[in-house]
Each structure stands twice: as C-alpha cells, then as structure tokens.
C-alpha cells in the first residue's frame, strides 16, 4: 500500500454485471487511509427490471477481490455477495492524474468479460461484466474537473470505456474495441466518435443512483474517521451524481451495428446545491 505526502490513499474496485433483461449488480470493494487510520468498505448496489435500484453498504470488514490469470472471483459470504468474471478483451491502463500532491491511477482489468454475480436473498445475474480499479494518492477534490463522465458499453460486437475529466482544461480517455480514440463528444445521452463514424446512443431507461452519494458516504464515514468531514470542500461534498443503466445503441456512419447494455454516470461539481 502507498502513501501520499499528505498520508491519503484510496483503492476501489468496481465490478459489475449484466443480464440481456437489463438487470444489473454493481460491486464496490475499497479501503482508504487517512492520517494513519484506515477504513474498508464494501457496497452492492442491485437494479431489478420492474423493481428499480437498491443499495446495502458495510463498514469495517472487507474481502478484496481475487485474481487468478483471466478470472477475477470476489467471494464475500458475510455480506451476501458471490461473483465470478472471465476476461473477453486486453485490460486497459491510464495514469489520470499526477502532480506534487499525488496521482490517480486506473486499471480496467476485465473491459468486458463473461461474468456471474449471485446475491444472497436475491437473484443471481449472469451476462456481460465489467471490472476496474482506482488507486488515488491524492485527495480527489484536489483533482482539477467540473463535471465527471464515466461509462462503460458492451455488446458481443462491440464495447465502449469512456471516461472525462471537463473543466479547463478538460480530460477524456475514450477505447473502443480496445484501441485509444481522441476528439469523443461525450455527454449523458451518448457518444460519438466523430473520426470512426461512430454513435453511441443511450436511452437512460433505469436510474440507478440519483442523489448526493458523496455526502451520504462521508457523514457515513465520520464515526470511523472524526473530522474527515471537516476537510472536504462543499463543492465535492455537495456534487450531484446521476448514474444509469441504459440500452445503448451503436450506429456506424448511421447504420445500426448493434445494441448491448451501457452503465454509466455524470458527477456535477458546479451545481454543489447546499445542504
């Protein structure tokens, strides 16, 4: 585990799971230190098709997910949670962020795979997956952005990993089918890779997260860490998050070339409304 300067460090998975129903399971495994105190923490985040989205987090305890060659297995019992991914396509890289303060570091190792994630008490989702990491050393409200855009689209033609850092000067990293794509217009509707002929649309038919999830995490935290609340600016604290499961559908120079299934989010530093 490294430090920062300043004693931060953050490592977050983000695994995910589809069905061709649109049912969606989405795993968070992470751990952050802070002025030499550290604190785990586990999420699933569940969208059934008819039902909506629904959350549990744990404090405290953590199984970190496990690597073995193309497969990634996270097995946490006490939380409810079994899941099992096969990579489909090369892992991806991107160092997002450096300065004095520290660097963001992202791993996508399963840009798409073959994935199951049985829930206990639940139902047990089984189609095209999706894993990350993201190893931050600085303070993510260090990090120079307005907005935030993620996503990830997956079909068994085609997939899509986005991600955009917007402000001044804004960011973005965009593959599809694995290979880098520059000058992508990336919003919440969709895609377009002016260069390839390329568009992405996505209809935002279920919403998964639609509140401040930052703000609600951090007062979560404050009984593990006192006065961690204390630090963070309001504009990030405040930030508004939309995330949605989507059906996409990829046009090539106009003419559909398939459909799949997108999840992906907008975070809003510059609307922060106060609390």
Not at 20 to 28: D, L, P, S, T, V
Not at 78 to 101: N, Q, V
Not at 160 to 183: A, D, M, T, Y
Request: glycine fraction near 10%.
């Amino acid at each position: 585990m490294g430090k920062s300067r300043n004693n931060f460090y953050l490592s977050k998975w983000y695994l995910d799971c589809m069905d061709e129903q649109g049912n969606a399971a989405i795993g968070y495994a992470a751990t952050m230190r802070w002025r030499g105190l550290e604190l785990p923490y586990t999420s699933l985040l569940l969208y059934e098709d008819g039902k909506g989205a629904s959350e549990r987090s744990r404090f405290q305890q953590l199984n970190w997910p496990s690597q073995m060659g193309d497969q990634i297995i996270w097995e946490d019992g006490s939380f409810g949670i079994s899941g099992w991914w096969e990579a489909d396509a090369p892992p991806l890289t991107a160092r997002l962020y450096r300065s004095e303060k520290g660097s963001v570091d992202w791993q996508c190792f399963q840009p798409r795979s073959h994935a199951l994630f049985d829930i206990a008490d639940g139902p047990v989702i089984k189609g095209l997956g999706y894993a990350e990491r993201l190893v931050l050393t600085v303070e993510p409200w260090k990090i120079p952005m307005e907005q935030l855009h993620w996503g990830r689209y997956l079909s068994d033609q085609d997939y899509l990993v986005w991600i955009e850092f917007r402000g001044s000067p804004s960011r973005q990293w965009v593959w599809h089918n694995g290979i880098p794509v520059e000058g992508a217009v990336i919003d919440e509707e969709g895609l377009q890779l002016p260069q390839q002929g390329i568009h992405l649309q996505l209809d935002r038919s279920g919403t998964l997260e639609a509140e401040k999830k930052i703000f609600n995490v951090v007062r979560s935290m404050v009984s593990y860490l006192p006065g961690f609340n204390r630090i963070v600016p309001r504009f990030f604290l405040n930030a508004n998050e939309h995330k949605w499961r989507s059906r996409g559908k990829l046009l090539e120079r106009g003419e559909v070339k398939g459909e799949g299934w997108a999840i992906h989010e907008l975070v809003d530093f510059t609307r922060a409304e106060e609390l």
